[in-house]
């Protein structure tokens, strides 16, 4: 071998990629002067609510700690929100720094509300007392309306919470989509050790609505239960074993026991439309709204005349799709107002199909009771990949009771409130465990939460309420870190077996030996389990082929009980990836027969890397430049319509065609052409 030719060859493609990268960066100058495009983001915004007592702290158990002297003393927690009210007497010894990136001064005052609501709800110590007394809270103001901010904000306050060494970032506030400018943020202030909590969001009850910063699997992401108040209603509806989802509507009264009745239509609700109807000891449906343009129909007016009438109960379903919370307070009512009968809200969907079983004699039961641990309508649902799962959890965020601006106090909902309750328990474990990285506390507050059941008794899927309700207790006495915090099998009859492994990290040191019991996803699916080391292994092997998506857990009980949710997938098809040295090759392997596929690579930061497209008779590949964990996902177009299939892969070496930036050869080739392009341009005009 000629090692002149060698060198010589090496010296060139060194080069070469100085030249490429040298292009690559002159294309990016250019997209800088041509413009920057400003991502605009919402802080939560968060229901109106007018009612009784916060009690929301002791409902996730943050007595204990504190009967022991735990109170996050000396805990630093960056509140990224509208500022706080330094003034207000349960807050004013606790801001030790910040940033006003409104008005560019030390200051970050509070005009708004949202931010010393948030603050309070943390670290309050006063007439009111938060989760965490004793932390210290720096404010980072990012907006002064509480209606929107840049996410250059969000990303700059993040930054210089890094740079005040700060060891909690609350991020009460966000945007419905993905912006990976502050996921960027978000993962670099985890590298640097600082935990981040995150809101889920305020726009449920539709699924897939978390977006940044929530959406970050490194954040821990928290929706809205409802709060351990007399406020707390939950409605049901039964109808022949069919469950409708019905919410009550603010100002009713908890029924003593079950209501069952016939269920009668009356169109809008006014006395003309009961007038010759037969009501009385009846449930009435009727429509929200009126039949004539620009009326309002109060729900208080349906409420009265459906009462006059001798109904018991009445259901108003939405005029436009999806569900509805409704409230029978209302400016044209006296405070003498009393609403006689239960009052019940559901979705124009279920209440078209209602109607159309009406025609016999159809007999509904409705429930109303107290259920503090119910998950709010509005807190947002996953998911947002099918590679992990969020919300993480959820915390009180309903009717919670905490401090305002101008010395004052508020009842205020939203994730928003929710999310610094999982702040101050972070505070709270790392005065106890100061050496606990920022996935420790995220994987003992997760596996910690209770399990949390929605109104006839059913877990609430993952997708909802992650593991369940935040337990401060249980996280406090928590031996250990199971990580990764979920389990995530793909089985299918060409992949019948999957093995995944789980860290068992003990804060104490010592050697963990926990009873492991699996509570099964499927009856299709038979599970094993065993410990190697520090190591659980658990093993799932596909008996039968029950084509579905199915959730579990797995209890691991060591001093205290956790929980790792399962979700199983079990496919009619598979993808298998092959690795060279950074390149990809994909096979489809399916049981139907198929015509196009469509492949993404994600990187386990939930990014996408890059996608292409196969056939049975195209092969493509796909290369990658940095060595690490590596999500696929195959989008199927099959006989019988679509299907996803999905594998993980860890790459050992980049490809050596790929440059250390990360960016594949040939799309480094198109753009460093465009470059240049821009480049020459530039050059002519200038000379003209």
């Known amino acids: 071998m000629d090692d002149t030719k060698n060198k010589t060859d090496i010296n060139s493609a060194v080069s070469e990629n100085k030249m490429k990268k040298t292009r690559l960066l002159m294309f990016c100058f250019s997209l800088v002067i041509i413009g920057v495009f400003l991502f605009s983001a919402k802080v939560q915004t968060d229901p109106v609510s007018e009612v009784l007592l916060d009690k929301s702290a002791k409902h996730v158990g943050v007595q204990y700690p504190h009967n022991l002297g735990f109170y996050g003393k000396d805990i630093k927690i960056a509140v990224i929100d509208t500022g706080v009210d330094s003034g207000h007497p349960d807050l004013s010894d606790k801001i030790i720094g910040g940033y006003d990136f409104i008005e560019n001064d030390i200051t970050a005052q509070d005009t708004n509300g949202h931010g010393t609501e948030v603050a309070g709800i943390i670290a309050a110590n006063g007439k009111m007392r938060g989760v965490a007394p004793e932390a210290k809270i720096l404010a980072y103001r990012v907006s002064d309306t509480g209606n929107s901010v840049s996410s250059d904000l969000i990303v700059k306050a993040i930054q210089k919470a890094i740079e005040d060494d700060v060891d909690i970032i609350n991020l009460s506030l966000g945007v419905n989509r993905t912006n990976d400018k502050i996921e960027d943020a978000i993962n670099d202030a985890v590298e640097k050790g600082i935990v981040v909590v995150a809101a889920a969001g305020n726009s449920g009850p539709d699924l897939r609505t978390i977006g940044s910063p929530g959406k970050d699997p490194h954040a821990i992401t928290v929706g809205a239960t409802y709060n351990n108040i007399t406020a707390s209603l939950v409605a049901t509806l039964d109808i022949d074993g069919k469950r409708f989802q019905v919410l009550p509507m603010v100002g009713i009264v908890p029924l003593s026991e079950s209501l069952t009745s016939e269920i009668v239509f009356g169109k809008y609700g006014k006395e003309s439309d009961l007038a010759g109807l037969d009501v009385k000891d009846k449930i009435l449906l009727v429509e929200r709204g009126s039949d004539i343009k620009d009326e309002l129909l109060y729900f208080s007016v349906k409420e009265k005349n459906a009462a006059n009438a001798g109904a018991r109960a009445i259901i108003v379903y939405n005029n436009e799709p999806g569900i509805f919370l409704g409230d029978l307070n209302n400016k044209l009512e006296g405070p003498e107002y009393k609403p006689r009968i239960p009052a019940v809200s559901m979705s124009k969907e279920d209440g078209h199909a209602l109607l159309s079983i009406l025609q016999n004699k159809t007999t509904g039961t409705i429930n109303t009771f107290y259920h503090p641990d119910f998950v709010s309508f509005f807190s947002s649902r996953g998911p947002v990949s099918p590679f992990y799962i969020k919300p993480d959890l959820v915390a009180p965020g309903v009717f919670v009771n905490t401090t305002s601006i101008q010395g004052r106090y508020n009842l205020t909902s939203g994730t928003s409130f929710a999310a610094p309750h999982v702040s101050g328990a972070a505070a709270i474990l790392l005065e106890k465990n100061p050496g606990l990285s920022p996935s420790q506390v995220k994987a003992i507050i997760i596996s910690t939460a209770d399990p949390v059941s929605d109104t006839f008794g059913t877990l609430f899927p993952q997708e909802i309420s992650g593991v369940g309700r935040l337990n401060i207790t249980r996280a406090f006495d928590a031996n250990l870190a199971i990580s990764p915090s979920f389990a995530i099998f793909d089985l299918s009859p060409f992949t019948k077996s999957q093995t995944l492994q789980f860290k068992l990290e003990t804060i104490n040191g010592t050697r963990a030996q926990p009873q492991i019991e699996i509570t099964p ?61 950074g390149m990809l090759d994909f096979k489809i392997d399916s049981e139907e027969k198929w015509s196009y596929a469509k492949i ?89």
């Open 521 to 581: 996803a499927s009856s299709a699916v038979k599970f094993d389990h065993w410990i190697d080391g520090t190591t659980l292994f658990v093993k799932a092997e596909l008996t039968e082929q029950k084509t579905g998506q199915y959730q579990g857990s797995i209890v691991i009980s060591d001093k205290v009980v956790q929980r790792i949710p399962i979700l199983l997938r079990i496919s009619d098809g598979a993808i298998e990836v092959f690795e060279n040295d």
């Open 600 to 688: 993404s690579l994600y990187n386990d930061d939930g990014r996408l890397v890059d996608s292409i497209s196969l056939t049975p008779t195209k092969d493509q590949s796909i290369t990658v430049g940095t060595p690490g964990k590596y999500w696929v996902q195959a989008e199927l177009k099959t006989e019988n319509g679509t299907a996803s299939v999905y594998n993980t892969i860890t790459v050992q070496s980049a490809n050596r065609q790929t440059l250390d930036i990360g960016i594949p050869y040939q799309p480094l080739i198109i753009l460093g052409g465009i470059g240049a392009i821009i480049v020459l341009v530039g050059l002519l005009i200038r000379r003209k």
